[in-house]
């Protein structure tokens, strides 16, 4: 069981050269908590990790008190109910790519940040022939 607040990463990939004619890739989940260097669950599971529900690996009850980052895909309800069910909690990384989610969530975000209870981080980098803007809100 990994320590209380630990962070526990769960993340799936498509595991190289295991394609076979029609057949295909395995597509692996894991689930990694990282200060402890362990690795929690590992399942194969039946099409990419962006299209099944990538935390219904069996958690057992390793997550209590642990830290799940989550991306859009996993803000899904079973995903959310599975890590708290689990003894866990979440951190939600939204990306503006689901402009739905934003939507929804920006009033919140921009109340709290006119509030002063939200502070902002904004950098900007240009790598790769590409600007990138980042707003964190830590």
Known sequence: MPAADEQVCVDGKAVRGSRDGANPAVHLVSAFAGRARWVLGQQAVAESPTKSPRFRICWGSRLTRAVVPIDAMGA???????????????????????????????????????????????????????????????
Do not use: F
């Open 76 to 138: 899904r309800e079973p995903s959310r109910t599975t890590i708290i069910e689990a003894g866990g909690n979440y951190v939600l990384a939204l990306k503006e790519n689901h402009p739905i989610l934003c939507e929804e969530v920006r009033p919140w975000l921009d109340a709290e940040v006119a509030r002063g209870h939200l502070p902002v981080l904004e950098t900007l980098e240009k790598d790769h022939g590409r600007i990138e803007i980042r707003v964190a809100m830590p």
